[in-house]
């Protein structure tokens, strides 16, 4: 083998390995659970988007290294399907509404990005106050809310970036 070949097959498992470190699942009406959609537990990002059977999501504690987590228009109750203490950096829940529950999100020590763009929210969840590494926080969309519990925020977070309506 020369080092050209060397060097292809070397670039190729790292583009596989990248690749493969990234799941999306959209527009999924048949998987009910995240490992009957077969996906690996070593990977780093999970998209979920719009798949209105998949109800358990408790297989995500079982992804040790995932590090971005985006859920989009789902109907969730609650957060706890969270895993404790794990890497996750970056949270999207866009357009998931009926979040009654968001203490799971509690769990996420080392959250720095809350995507929550269009969840129908009349008020800021007390959980996100807690948040402590929090860098930027994502609410547009979510009109019920009033200004003054942005404001409240914004002096409680003060060296978070606060994007709203």
């Known amino acids: 083998m020369n080092i050209y070949t060397l060097l292809c097959l070397s670039a190729m498992a790292i583009l596989s390995h990248s690749l493969s470190a990234n799941e999306y699942i959209k527009d999924n009406d048949h998987i009910k659970s995240l490992s009957e ?6 990977i780093e990002s999970l998209t979920i988007d719009d798949c209105d059977k998949l109800k358990d999501l408790n297989d995500i504690k079982n992804y040790k290294k995932l590090k971005s987590l985006t859920i989009k ?22 357009d998931s509404e009926n979040i009654s529950d968001w203490s799971g999100i509690l769990r996420l020590t080392k959250l720095e990005t809350l995507i929550i763009n269009d ?9 996100i106050f807690k948040l402590e590494n929090i860098k930027k926080l994502d609410m547009r969309d ?7 519990s942005i404001e409240e925020l914004k002096k409680a977070k003060p ?7």
Do not use: H, Q, V, W
């Open 73 to 94: 228009d789902m109907k969730l109750k609650d957060l706890n399907f969270l895993p404790d203490g794990s890497d996750i950096t970056y949270l999207d829940l866009s």
């Open 37 to 42: 959609a077969g996906i690996r537990e070593d």
């Open 159 to 165: 060296n978070t970036k606060i994007i709203s309506d």
């Open 142 to 148: 979510n009109d019920d809310i009033r200004r003054y």
């Open 119 to 127: 969840c129908d929210l009349e008020k800021i969840p007390e959980e």
